[in-house]
């Protein structure tokens, strides 16, 4: 069955194109810093906001107009997977990420629902197979159905914790068998409302050793994806164990599995934790623990993960920065987690809000690597430091200095200069080279 029936193979067409079907900047095959742009940006489809999203709001229902909405909640889900696979190839993405529950129904055991999810899965890997498509990463909704409501690793229910882990298993399994890059933790109820009925340690333990299960089961089944987890700092929970990545990286060191994972960073979370993009990458690049991203971005002015699609210059700008300096993304990708808004309804619409991310993307990776050859950056922050590069800063770099050596150079030296920071001109700089590109 054909689901978009009026949209053909979305192509690049360049800057003084104005079909709205078409790529302005997103060039796949363009080389930048010795690489292709579908190289650098490694796109990925979120099956859950683009297949399984209705539109719905805390107010409202859903107001999507879908081609594969069925009545039959197998019939819908394996009309959702022939969609995705055409959606995947007119789009020109080539990959596609999911939790088990987008695709496939509970049903009313977990052997049953198992049985469901293993009848997807087989027209997965048959898509797969045959589109080329790949998955970026799969991972367990552990969030929505009613027995997670005190949390799901970190619940005070092991009847809940067992159900869990064998959850857990079988979505490992799921991964292999499509070979997915990357498996993703994401814990919306790994967290608590208030600390007077928690047990913080037993929970933030139990959460642990849930991780050593995955990497010990994901070892006997030779599943060898990179582990990431993704941090959030609340809703649905008040506060969340993986608040943002400084958490989350204290964490994984606490429980000594800090080489066994890396992060999965999403915009909108970054912003709800009161941090920008550009931070949580660079905290995660330079712990080495960056690993893929979550293309989205927050309204500042709505206190919610509201995941609308990134067209923000500035901030993709900065973010392929700080991917660029960090070297890439490796294994990850950069997985639109962004839903149309509730008036987007039509099935266009899809494509629209697609290419309007990508196309961004694609922008701010080229002024990226343009601040990158043209040393903007680097120029300043390297002046700016010059002070540690000789004289006392270098005896301080080296390990050399000591509190006597320092009140000694301090007494000799009674005149102290700072110098302007000049964060105004930086930004106006920063604005020329975005749309100079």
């Known amino acids: 069955m054909t689901y978009f029936k009026n949209i053909g193979k979305i192509a690049y067409e360049g800057k003084g194109s104005d079909n709205p079907l078409a790529f ?24 859950w906001h683009t297949f399984t999203g209705a539109g ?45 529950r987008d695709i496939a129904p509970e049903g009313d055991t977990l052997a049953e629902t198992n049985k469901n999810l293993d009848v997807i899965v087989d027209m ?21 159905n009613p027995r997670f409501v005190h949390g799901a690793a970190t619940t005070c229910n092991a009847d809940v914790f067992a159900y869990v882990g064998a959850q857990l298993k079988k979505s490992l399994e799921v991964g292999k068998r499509l070979g997915a890059e990357n498996y993703v933790f994401w814990g919306g109820r790994e967290g608590y409302e208030t600390l007077l009925n928690t047990d913080m340690a037993l929970e933030l333990d139990n959460l642990a050793r849930l991780f050593e ?40 060191q606490k429980y000594g599995l800090k080489d066994k994972f890396k992060l999965n960073l999403e915009a909108n979370h970054a912003t709800l934790a009161g941090h920008s993009f ?11 623990m960056l690993g893929s991203l979550d293309a989205n971005q927050g309204d500042l002015l709505l206190g919610w993960d509201t995941d609308e699609f990134p067209t923000d210059l500035y901030s993709t700008t900065l973010t392929m920065f700080e991917v660029l300096k960090a070297g890439g993304i490796g294994r990850g990708g950069i997985n639109f987690d962004a839903k149309v808004r509730r008036g987007s309804f039509e099935d266009q619409d899809l494509f629209l809000a697609h290419i309007a991310g990508m196309d961004t993307y694609a922008w701010g990776l080229k002024a ?18 010059r002070s540690f590069r000789d004289g006392i800063g270098a005896e301080i770099v080296a390990g050399r200095a000591t509190l006597a050596s320092l009140e000694q150079y301090a007494l000799q030296n009674n005149v102290i200069k700072n110098e302007s920071g000049r964060q105004e001109r930086i930004k106006l700089m920063l604005n020329e080279i975005i749309y100079s590109v």
């Open 24 to 47: 302005k900047h997103y060039n796949p095959s363009e080389v930048i810093l010795g690489k292709t742009m579908e190289e650098h940006l490694r796109f990925a489809v979120a099956y």
């Open 56 to 100: 719905s709001d805390p107010f409202g229902v859903g107001t999507a107009v879908r081609g594969w909405d069925s009545a039959d909640a197998m019939d819908q889900a394996k009309r959702r997977v022939e969609a995705n696979f055409e959606f995947l190839n007119k789009i020109g993405i080539p990959y596609y990420c999911f939790h088990d």
């Open 124 to 144: 997965l890997e048959e898509n797969m197979k045959a589109t080329g498509a790949k998955l970026l990463w799969n991972t367990a909704n552990m969030f929505t």
């Open 213 to 252: 299960m995955a990497i010990a089961y994901s070892n006997e089944i030779g599943f060898d994806a990179q582990f990431l987890i993704e941090p959030k700092p609340k809703e649905p929970t008040k506060h969340q164990y993986d608040f943002d990545a400084a958490t989350t990286i204290s964490f994984l």
């Open 278 to 288: 550009e931070h949580e990458i660079r905290v995660a690049a330079i712990n080495g």
């Open 368 to 385: 990226a690597a343009k601040l990158i050859d043209e040393k903007v950056i680097d120029n300043i922050v390297d002046n700016r430091y």
